[in-house]
């Protein structure tokens, strides 16, 4: 049984940063694309950023520079770096991971929202 855990989340000013990790069992974070998207209130899940199987990285435009997407094989645990934290980032945190590498998924921000398996979410709050 695949179980995502992600911790980190919190409540930090604008401009602060946050860093999430997502734990896995059952999963290698090795063997297949993994990513993290994000659910603000009242508005549709978006793609935040995706990692391959080799450590390519993949971003969505609006935290292109801020955000920082790393995996520790090792610890069998994704992360997800967040600085210069702006209101609009502010949404629960979801980690997920398919069973494909990201080359088999088409886009592999725009997939994370739909991947074979995803965390039950952490909530980031930025407050101006």
Known sequence: QVQ???????????????RLSCTASGYTVSSGCMGWFRQAPGK???????????????????????FTISKDNAKNTLYLQMNSLKPEDTG???CAADMWDCARLGSPVNV???MDYSGKGTLVTISS
Do not use: F
């Open 4 to 18: 995502l855990v992600e911790s980190g989340g919190g409540s930090v000013q604008v401009g602060g940063s946050l």
């Open 44 to 66: 549709e899940r978006e793609g935040v950023a995706a990692i391959d199987i080799h450590g390519n990285t993949w971003y969505t435009h609006s935290v292109e520079g801020r």
């Open 92 to 94: 629960m945190y979801y």
């Open 112 to 114: 994370t929202v739909s």
